[in-house]
């Protein structure tokens, strides 16, 4: 079979109607991806945060934790965005908990900027 010109720019007609649906579907699918791992890592640094907390009753030390487990997040996490319930671990049969809230920045700039939060509970003494 032979194309004729008139069918070449019907493809191309299709194409630019597809493309913009595609490339959504592509930049949502990057967004998706990296909200799952920035709460994964909200997650992680929460519950290192309390584990530091049960066993140190520190609350200064928990925050540190939870900080440096949470460098890969860019924005950097703030000390003011983690939360450490403070002083109830003076009784072994409390409860510590970690609370991290942390603005997810779109990666591309399409979506506007995710509230997340970690948070993690232990019962103190470890």
Same mark, same amino acid.
């Given at each position: =079979? #032979?194309?004729?010109?008139? *069918?070449?720019?019907?493809? %191309? ?5 597809? /493309? ?5 579907? /592509?930049?949502?699918?990057? *967004?998706?991806? &990296?909200?799952? $791992? ?9 519950? *290192?945060?309390? &584990?530091? =907390?049960?066993? $140190? ?23 003011? *965005? ?6 109830? !671990? ?8 970690? /609370?991290? #809230? ?7 700039? /399409? ?7 970690? $948070? %993690?509970? =232990?019962? !103190?003494?470890?």
């Amino acid at each position: =079979m #032979h194309r004729t010109r008139d *069918e070449r720019g019907a493809t %191309a007609v299709e194409f630019a109607l597809v /493309l913009p649906v595609l490339l959504v579907l /592509l930049f949502g699918i990057m *967004e998706v991806g &990296r909200l799952f $791992q920035v709460q994964a890592t909200l997650s992680a640094a929460a519950r *290192e945060g309390v &584990r530091v =907390m049960a066993v $140190q009753d520190d609350p200064d030390a928990a925050r540190t934790a939870v900080l440096t487990t949470a460098t890969s997040l860019s924005p950097v996490l703030r000390a003011d *965005e983690v939360v450490v319930d403070p002083g109830r !671990c003076t009784d072994p049969s409390a409860t510590a908990t970690v /609370l991290v #809230h942390y603005t997810a920045p779109s990666l591309t700039g /399409l979506y506007g900027g995710w509230d997340l939060t970690g $948070q %993690a509970a =232990m019962r !103190c003494g470890g």
